[in-house]
Each structure stands twice: as C-alpha cells, then as structure tokens.
C-alpha cells in the first residue's frame, strides 16, 4: 500500500511541476526566485519518494521530505507574507482563485501530512529484505521525475544563466528570444 | 548566488535515486535542503511592509 500511494504521490509533484512549466513557456510567465525555490521542494520531494520505491521504505526518506516542505513551504509563506496586504499586488496568474505560491504552501502542508500518515502505517522493513522490483506505473513516475528535475534544471540555466535571477524576471538571459 | 545550482544537484540526486544510489541521493538531497534554506534567508530576510 505505502508503494502506491508514494509511486501516486510521485506523479503528483511531477503534475504540480508540468503546470508551472505550463504557465512558464505558453504563457511567458517567469519564475522569481522564491518560486525556484518552491519548485526546488518538489523536486526533493520527489528524490526521497522515488527513494523509496528504488532502494526500500525509510524514515530517512520521508525526513528529507519533511526537511524540503519546511524550506519550500516557508519560500511561499514568505510569498504570500509580501502580497497580503491589500493593494501591493501579487505575482503571476491565479488558478482556480489562488496564486501559485498559496497553492505551494498548501501542497507543502497537504505532504506534512502524508508523511505523517505513513510513518503512522508504515511497518518497518525487516533486516536484510530488499525492496521489490519496480512496476510499470513506479517506474513511469520515476522517469518522469527525473525527466521534469532535468527540464527544470535547464529552464533555470536559461533564465538566470549562471548566476542570481531577477526579482521581477521579464527574459530569459541565455535565450532572450524565447519567451 | 547560482540560482540553477540547487536544480542542478536536484537533478544529481533524482539520477543517483533512480539508479539506486541511496547514500548518495541522500548527501546530494541534503545539500540541496541546506542550499534552499540557505537562498531562503537570502531571499526573505529584507523588512516586510506588515506587522508581525
């Protein structure tokens, strides 16, 4: 049971990030540097997920995804800290009546949550025994993954080159014609 | 500051998960954990227009 729920928690993080590469390219909205540093947290997330559906269930896995949801979760408070007061704006579109970054902090505390559910549920691996071999759907999570932490890792290389991005980024500074 | 490089050892650690490379997965998550907290004090320590 823990498998598929982390194999369907794993194509979660990578839906949340095909949405923000969504609104990135066909919508020419740019990440800031504090929503990087959300999309960072998925990606994290998902290495400790995938984690254990490669090497076996453990603690250490879902630490680090409690250690990067505190991270990733305080960039978007951070975020929606700038923008609540009435009149000083926000940043980029809203879906479904919220801006990215209240959803981050919301999926943030949705995975404090699950991770607390399955270390509740979760049996500890006995010595010696090994994790199963992957599925078809675990695998397909695993490589999507690791295809969309590759795309983000290219799309920020783009955009800021080798160095800080902009507050408030309008171009990409490698590829200035795309947008 | 290189705003890729947490992305970029985010990447390392999802190629060392998928091949199977526990520990060093794990060392390359962590200090993609201690960069963004890192970039995250960086990034949020200037005086909000609130108070708290």
Redesign the interface.
Known sequence: MQRTFDTLALFGLSAVLLVAFYYQFALGELPC??C??Q???F??A???L??NL??GYSP??YG?VL??SV??G??SL?QI??H??PG?GSYGSALLGWHFYTWAFVAYGALVVYVGAMLLVTRAPQAGERAPRLGFFAKLA??L??VV??A??AA??L???????PDNPVRYLWWPALR | ????L???L??L???F????R?RS??V???I??AI??W??VY??TDK???GL
């Open positions: 540097p504090l990087a540093l999309r960072v947290g990606i994290v998902g290495v400790a995938m984690l490669r090497s250490a896995h680090l250690l990067t991270a990733a305080g960039a951070r800290a700038l609540v007061v000083s695993c490589v993954l690791v932490a590759a983000n890792a920020f290389l955009e800021c080159g080798l160095g800080p991005c | 500051m290189v705003m890729a947490p992305f970029l985010g990447l650690a999802a190629v998960a998928y091949f199977g526990r997965a794990l390359a998550g962590a993609t954990v963004q907290a970039w995250l990034h949020a909000l227009s609130i």
